[in-house]
């Protein structure tokens, strides 16, 4: 089992990228279900504030986070694959969600967020770092979809 539960950050010139690895003992369906709907993040998640919109394949959501309470990230979902993956972002970055079921019946749940671009480092200071969020997002993962 992968623990403590830790983000990794990759910084360079134009990008950061941070990631993350955990196993969680539940099935994939049970941990799709959560990332999938929009609307009860809030309830399971202490790292997002609110999601307006539909999680599927083309479809846009406003996102709030508490690392950036007053802004609202509008995102594009460009991969929709049930139990799978699951991919969200912009123009300045990426989240990737995976999940992969173990011979045990856990799942391996991966996530990491790539931002970036020409202007990235005239901005990078200005960024928080997601290493907390991360793990806080993954611990609140782990706890939801291992209740009975």
Known sequence: MLNPIKAT???KIFSRTTSLQVVINSKASKIWALLADANNYPKWNSTVISIVGNIGLDEK???KSTLSPDRIFKLK???FEPNKKLVWG???GKRIYTLSEQADGAT???MSEKIGGPAFPLFASMIPDFDESFETFAKDLKKAAEKN
Request: negative net charge.
């Open 77 to 79: 979902i460009s991969e």
């Open 90 to 92: 912009d123009a300045m």
């Open 9 to 11: 950050t990759t910084k």
């Open 61 to 63: 959501i406003e996102l």
């Open 108 to 110: 391996l749940f991966s």
